[in-house]
């Protein structure tokens, strides 16, 4: 079965610090690759996702990830974080042809002035 | 406002009572999911119905049963529930067949007393 680890249960940082949030995945097909942020409150929202091509994907708010196939991970990164960016970080895996999401456990993120 | 949308926001229910979670998605997708979200745990997918048809049951307790009457609609309907189903649900959708991510409702907080 497919499973994916994300390293860090909880990441504090200060503004302006870089970050980098950890995922690999266990499977050794196809596959689709995602991160989504939840804000307090809020649902989760796609930051963004790798399907094909250039293995380094950018999203919004200024991250970025990076698709390494032989390491079989996905990790997310930003190069200088805000407070704005506090919250939870969740890495998600599918199979080619729309099979269900597959979380990881989530990173939270605290960002401090 | 993701074109997913849940209710109730929260709920606190005994355990004898009977309740209904409600999902209606608003995008035009024909796959539904129900996740079920816990501190410390990875999300947990619980029921997909893809083109109305249940695909997929990840051994969901029975007291959790869901119902799809159309592409835009998606219940769980809750009985007999144990203070451990106290979560967060969120449902969410996508097109079957697209290079196409999940859309996810803001959840219902579900408390069992």
């Known amino acids: 079965a497919q499973s994916v680890s994300q390293h860090n249960h909880h990441v504090i940082l200060s503004e302006a610090a870089s970050l980098e949030l950890g995922c690999n995945y266990s499977?050794?097909?196809?596959?689709?690759l995602f991160w989504y942020v939840q804000y307090p409150g809020q649902h989760l929202q796609l930051l963004l996702k790798?399907?094909?091509?250039?293995?380094l994907v950018k999203g919004i708010k200024g991250f970025e990830a990076e698709f390494i196939k032989s390491k079989f991970s996905f990790n997310l990164r930003k190069p200088s974080v805000q407070w704005s960016d506090t919250a939870e970080y969740f890495c998600?895996?599918?199979?080619?042809?729309?099979?269900?999401?597959?979380f990881g456990k989530g990173t939270r993120l605290s960002v401090i002035a | 406002e993701t074109g997913v949308t849940q209710t109730p926001r929260h709920l606190v229910m005994g355990m004898t009572n009977k309740k209904s979670l409600k999902c209606e998605q608003h995008?035009?997708?024909?796959?539904m999911y129900w996740y079920k979200q816990s501190a410390k745990k990875p999300l947990e997918l619980m029921f997909v119905?893809?083109?109305?048809?249940?695909?997929e049951n990840n051994s969901v307790p029975s007291r959790f049963s869901p119902e799809c009457p159309n592409s835009s609609h998606l219940f769980l309907h809750l009985h007999t529930l144990q203070p451990e189903d106290s979560a967060l649900y969120l449902c969410?959708?996508?097109?079957?067949?697209?290079?196409?991510?999940?859309?996810f409702g803001q959840g219902t907080r579900l408390t069992v007393v």
């Open positions: 969410a959708s996508s097109q079957v067949g697209a290079l196409a991510e999940a859309f």
């Open positions: 499977y050794g097909g196809t596959v689709n």
């Open positions: 790798y399907f094909s091509g250039d293995p």
């Open positions: 998600a895996v599918n199979m080619k042809g729309n099979t269900p999401l597959v």
């Open positions: 995008l035009g997708h024909n796959a």
């Open positions: 119905y893809s083109l109305e048809e249940r695909v």
